[in-house]
Each structure stands twice: as structure tokens, then as C-alpha cells.
């Protein structure tokens, strides 16, 4: 999303923006790669803990806010664009202490706890969809769509597949957990690889925790089959077109599912995580009723997962029905809105 801000708004990212941000996280790469400044933060959960836990991680939010104060005293930014999630609450403290203007991009289709928390310090907020407005008191809130890299719309199917070296004339499933995986997701690859490769090629984005047991499964596999599996820990710059090569996109439903995946325009089955206030069951339920993806419970991959996976693939009517849902809910002026309310609102 920066990015396509700085595209379109003349923004320098190594000098007119400051991310502030969780500490030692995929995030704080990713501005490194960028030569974006960044201010880690070390932060905690408050809800659903123990007393003691609490008490900590309280202590840390203190301290992550005042360690924000001085970044944010030291960079004086115009305005602050926050996006969520227990890292972002004490930058927004700080910010509005400081009288800094504050936009709030919400990409969920319900706000969590942080932004319950802080979204009344805010000028405004930036929602991807029209069903989240009613969270917000009447002229608070404003519908710009999900902001994604251009690239993401971009990204063409033979490009993908040129990227990745896969047979042209043959399915591609790609595979996503987020960017710290998930277990259940890679599990059921796992266990299913071989029969999953008489079927399709598979590009598996899986985290840290599972690639070495990933690798040593691949290992067994005869060389055709491990030609077809394709795994990697995390993609950054190749991941709109890991997302773009793909038949069907087998993943969590986090937020960026919002987004993303109607960018390329991929059709998705979704196995929403039990976490954070059940945000993927709704994102995932959203998809759904649109037609645009299939969902499984968690509990049901084991049963369900190859079968659904393997129907949906044979049924060439069903992906292109669901492709031209998944399409139809594509923002590609996201960013450039969002980019608007910064200048609005910048003192």
C-alpha cells in the first residue's frame, strides 16, 4: 500500500514516511528491504490473558507508547495513517497526545479490539466495504475499498507460471497461512502431498515452523512429483504473481484475503483461523456469500480438503463463475483514496 501512496502522491518512502511497527517482524524486513525508516515496537495482547500476562503486556504497551512518542517527536509527521491491531494502539496514543491528525485504514470487516479502542482519536476512517460503515458514528467513517500493491493487479497467470517454472497445461493450487504460515493448512498438505501432485502443482508459502518437515516430505517424493511442489517460507515481491499462476488459492481468510485475491482475481477455499475475535470466519463467510470462494472449517480439513480441492479443480464452470465474483470485488483505486484522506487531513 505505500507503495502505490507514493506513486500516486509524490511520496519519498525513504524520507517522507516513518513505520512504526511491531519489532523483529516480517514487517520490519520488509521496510528494511525498502530503506523505509522504522520504529520497533515490542507489544502484547491484553485480552483473553491471564491477570499476569495482562500486567506485562500492559507495562509494554506504556513503554511502546512512549518509544513512539519519540519517534513520532523526533520525525513530525503531517499526518498518522494507522491500520489496526495492538502494535498500531500506541502510536495513535502518542499521535493524538501529540495533536497529530489520525486515518485509521480498516481492512476487516469488523473492527477489533484496538480499533474500538482508538478510533474516536481519528479524523477518519478508511473502510474497505460498505456492511463495516455501521460500526462508526454517521460521517466518521468512509468507503475507499482494500488498498493492495499495484502489482497485484498486475500480475497475469502466465507470468506467474513462467516465474515459478510450471507446466503451462497443468493445475496450479497455491498455498497460504500468512506470513507466519499455518500449521493446520500445511499439515494437510503434508499428509496429502502425493495425491495433491497427481493432480496439481502446488506453490506452498508456509512459514518458518514447517519448512524443514515440508523439505524432508518433498525429499521422498519421485522427481516429477517433487518438480510439481514448489515451497518457500515467505514470498514478498514474487507473492502477487505466486497468487496470480494459481487455479485455486487455498489459504486463512486474514484481511489481505479481502483484498488480494479479488485483485487477482483467483477463485479461494478458505480455512478461517480460531483467532482474533473470529475476523476469518467472517472474511471468509463474506467471500463465500458472494460466491467468490468455498470455505472449510479447521476441524473438517482433514475429511474435506483433498476432495473439495480436487471437485473444484474438475469442474471448469464453477472456477470461472467464482473467478468473475472473486474480480467483481477488486478496488484498484484503494490506495489513491486513501491518499486523499491523508491530504484532507494533514495539518
Known sequence: MLEQLAATHQLNLTSDVLYVGRAASVEEKIASQFQIPFTGLVVGGIRSLGV????????????????????????????????GGYVSAPALWAG?????????????????WAIQATWRLSKQVAVSFDEVLKYFARGRATVTGYPVRAEFFQATREAGRAQFQLEKNFPVVTVFGGSQGAHALNEAVRTNLKELLAATQIIHICGTRDKMALDAERALLETASAARYHVFEYLNTEMPLALAAADVIVARAGAATLGEFPAVGVPSILVPGLFAQGHQEKNADFLAARGAALKIAEGNLEREFVTTLKNLLNDAAQLETMRAAMKQLARPDAAGHIGNLLYEYAR
Open 96 to 112: 493524538w497526545r501529540k495533536k497529530i491528525p489520525i486515518v485509521i485504514e480498516l481492512p476487516d470487516l469488523e473492527p477489533g
Open 52 to 83: 499476569r500476562t495482562q500486567a506485562q503486556n500492559f507495562l509494554r504497551m506504556l513503554r511502546a507508547s512512549r518509544v513512539a512518542g519519540d519517534a513520532i517527536a523526533h520525525f513530525k509527521p503531517n499526518v498518522i495513517l494507522a491500520t
